[in-house]
Structure formats: C-alpha cells, structure tokens
C-alpha cells in the first residue's frame, strides 16, 4: 500500500467561530481517520519516537493497536507509562520530541502521534466502564506537594506499586498548571477532571486548600508517617521587566490573567474573580503563555490584541500550531519590538477620578538582532530613536515565571540555584534525605511533558528508596 506523504489534519473550529468561545479549538480525530493515521507508521525495529518521549511511551505497539482497531488496547499501552494520556495528547509539544524522531518523518510528515494519543484518550475516557483496579498496599505512604503534571505523574506511578499516596494541592482544585494555566479552549477541564479521577480509583489521596510551608512544613509530613516525599510545586512566581507603569491597574502577570480566567471563571457575566474585559491588550513575550493569554482576551472580549515579542519570528518559542491558531484567530503580532514604560490616566485635579491609575498606553522601542546569545539565540539590540506609542488598555506580562520559593524558605537544608530552583541529582534526590523534587519547581518553567518526565524518574528513584529501608 503506498505511503500517504502527509499527516491527516487535525479538524478545528472555524477561526471566525472560535475566536469568541472557549470551546476546545481542535475537535480531535473521527474514528476511521485516526485508524487511517495508524497505518501511516512503520513500526520499525530500531523505535526513535519512543526515545523522544520524555516518558517513553511504546508508541509504535499503542499506534499498531489502533490500525488493528483495538482502540481501548492502545489506551492501555499508554497508560502503562503516562498517567496523563488525554492530557498529554493535545499540550505536549510532539513536533520536537516523538515526532522529530519518527522515521518515517525523513521523507514525508512524521506521523500524528500526539494525535493519536488523544484519540486513544478520548475513546477509553468516552467508553470505559470499570474502574481501575487498586493495586495491593505495600504499606509505606509518600507525600507529593502539588498536583501539576509532576506532582500527578509521580503520584500514579507509586500508586501502582502499592504506595498509600497523598497529594497536597494548594489551590481549591486538583491539577495545578492545567487547570489554572491553560486555557479550556486548548484543555477542557473535564479531562484534567477525568485524569484526577482516575488516580482517585487508584487509590490516591488527593486533598486541596492544603499550602505546603503554611499549612503543613515538609518537617510535619516526616512526623505524620509519611516516609518520603515529592515536591512538584511548581513555577508560580511570575517574572516583570521592571520597566516603570508595571503597577499600573489594568496590568497583569500572565499567571494572574489565565488563573482569574481559567480557574475563577472570569469570564461569567457576574464572577467573584473579576477581569478586564474588551479594549485593547497587549501581551509582551512570545511562549505558549503569551499565546495562550493573547488568545484568552480576545475571546473575554478585547476589540483588538497585540503579541509584543522583542525577537523575529524565527525565534518565537511557542508551538508552531499555537502561533498559526493564533493569526488565524487575528492576533496582530508586532514583532522586533520591546516595551519601555506603561503609562496611566492621572487626573490632577480630581484625584478621586476612578479612571485615576489606568493604562493609557505603552512606549515601545523597535529591536534588531545582533550576535547570537550563550543559549545561540541572536541577542535584540535596541534601535535608536525608533520608539513609538501603542494604544492599548491592558498589558499582561508573559515573559516567564520562577519556581514557588514558599517550599524552600520553610524547609531546613534544602539547597536551591541562584534562580530558585530545587537542586536535585539525576534521581530527582534533593539534598534532604527523603525529599525528591521535580518539574517547574526545579527548572523554573517548561514543558508539561518534561514535567511528567521529572515526576516519573523521582517516582522509580523514591520506590528504589523505600524498598531498601
């Protein structure tokens, strides 16, 4: 049968449509499709896509599976080695990493991995009936602080191997930077539910509203019988330029801007967790984040919404699809420029005007890029005299977050790099005995898939740990 040279396309809601609702914009492959995508793998000997996988997924036997139509087998394979599969299926970067690898991908597109994966997800998550089955308790209980896709990842393992496993969330709901980071309309939070759930039929103790450093110290967790403990909280702590006007009202960090949205539903006619709605936004930086909260205020209403990125589009490190989504979707992307002041309303002779302290504007400057940088990116350099002015009333500033440091200012011998991050050895060991570390709370933030990765090598390091004790 002769190769088909190109991936079947992922079906989306209509740019037009989408751009103002929080529906999920990828709808996800028909059955017959996916079974099409299937049989564009090669299954070769030599595996390369599962070596990109940061948790290594046997991915040439789960695709083989679903060509053969055994849709809830392909599942299983997965979930042998993801506890995240649907999650992982539509925000993991496959273009880099399994994908890169494929084979098949030398001459023609690789093969739809990452959108196989959901298909499988979503299949077993619309047709399973049984519960999973709770593994037999091999009588030791660890501790995981933060149930982000570390914190879950590490939790499943262990509760597959017998381990009483309890994970401290200190927001209201389970799921940490999926629920409160990215968007519905990229990740419904009825699978981030599902996936929370399915760790709770394995036995998982999940409790909320418990901030670890406040409400309960590392210390306390030894003392209550828990024999070793994950730290996977995270990279919370957002990053400003530090250019003046950042105290202005109307501007926000983007983990501020998405958790008012993603998590307090902001986006209701009457929230508690109110928002800035409609106007002009601008989002300074150029990740996933900067597209997800450009693409977040349009659909709340802004009139018009800016992507100020200091470097060229060959340099924008979001996900390809992301950025296409968001042109599609009109996001008007102003590149090779950097803000230098945010400027405010100031009525002088009415300081009680409640428009007193608003954003007005923002001064730009022009960039161009001169030599590469020590990460081999070609540094921006200012453009004398080329500053402008940009209409806008809201900034949101998406130019990175730093890990959680509430872990590492309570907790006694535990050592952390200049940047705040947990230091950790190969095995995801801190330098307490006992306390293992992994995720955004030791790389400051990256990718959910890595995050995974980080959490299952801890999970293998801490089991190696307490079998020995």
């Known amino acids: ?94 273009e880099t990493q399994c994908e890169s ?106 409790q909320t509203n418990v901030v670890i450093g406040k409400t309960l110290t590392i210390d306390e967790l030894f003392e209550e019988g828990y024999q070793a403990v994950f730290v996977g909280s995270g990279a919370g702590l957002p990053n400003f330029m530090g250019i003046p006007g950042e105290s202005l009202k109307g501007v926000y960090s983007a983990n501020e801007f998405l958790t008012r949205s993603n998590l307090m539903k902001a986006y209701l006619d009457s929230p508690d967790t109110p928002i800035m709605k409609g106007g002009k936004v601008a989002v300074v930086g150029g990740g996933n984040v900067a597209m997800d909260a450009a693409r977040t205020a349009l659909r709340l209403g802004a009139e018009h919404v800016y992507i100020v990125y200091r470097r060229s589009m060959e340099e924008l490190p979001a996900r390809k699809e992301e950025v296409e989504h968001a042109m599609e979707e009109g996001i008007d992307f102003r590149l090779l420029n950097n803000p230098v002041e945010i400027l405010g309303y100031q009525d002088p002779e009415n300081p009680r005007n409640p428009m007193n302290g608003f954003v007005t504007g923002m001064r730009c400057i022009r960039m161009e890029l001169g030599e590469p ?17 940009l209409d806008v009333d809201a900034v949101v500033m998406a130019i990175g977050t730093s890990p959680n440091p509430l872990i590492k200012d309570t907790t006694e011998g535990l050592e952390v790099n200049s940047h705040g991050g947990i230091i950790v050895n190969e095995d995801g060991l801190t330098s307490r005995d006992g306390v293992y570390a992994g995720g955004d709370a030791v790389t400051g933030a990256a990718t959910v898939i890595s995050a995974m990765g980080a959490g299952k090598v801890a999970a293998k390091a801490i089991d190696a740990y307490l079998m020995t004790k």
């Open 373 to 389: 940088d020590a990460r081999g990116r070609r540094r921006p350099i200012p453009v004398e005299g080329s500053e402008f002015m």
């Open 101 to 206: 690898k494929c084979t098949l991908g030398v001459k023609f597109e690789p093969v739809g991995i990452g959108r196989l994966e959901r298909f499988a997800a979503d299949y077993h998550n619309e047709h399973a009936a049984a519960p999973a089955e709770i593994p037999a308790a091999n009588g030791h209980r660890v501790a995981v602080v933060g149930s982000g896709p570390s914190g879950l990842t590490c939790a499943g393992d262990l509760a597959k191997k017998g381990y009483s496993v309890s994970v401290f969330e200190a927001l209201h709901t389970a799921g940490g930077v999926l629920v409160y980071g990215i968007p519905e309309f990229r990740l419904p939070k009825s699978i981030v539910a599902k996936e929370v759930a399915t760790l709770k039929e394995l036995g998982v103790d999940v």
């Open 1 to 94: 049968m002769a190769i088909i040279p190109k991936k079947h396309e992922m079906p989306t809601q209509d740019a037009r449509v989408r751009a103002r609702n929080f529906l999920e914009v990828a709808t996800g492959y028909p059955l017959e499709v996916a079974v099409e995508e299937a049989k564009r793998c090669l299954n070769c000997k030599n595996r390369p896509c599962v070596d990109g996988c940061p948790v290594n997924i046997d991915i040439p036997d789960f695709i083989k599976l679903i060509a053969e139509r055994n849709f809830e087998g392909a599942y299983q394979v997965i979930s042998h080695s993801s506890s995240l599969p649907a999650v992982c299926g539509r925000v993991c970067p496959q």
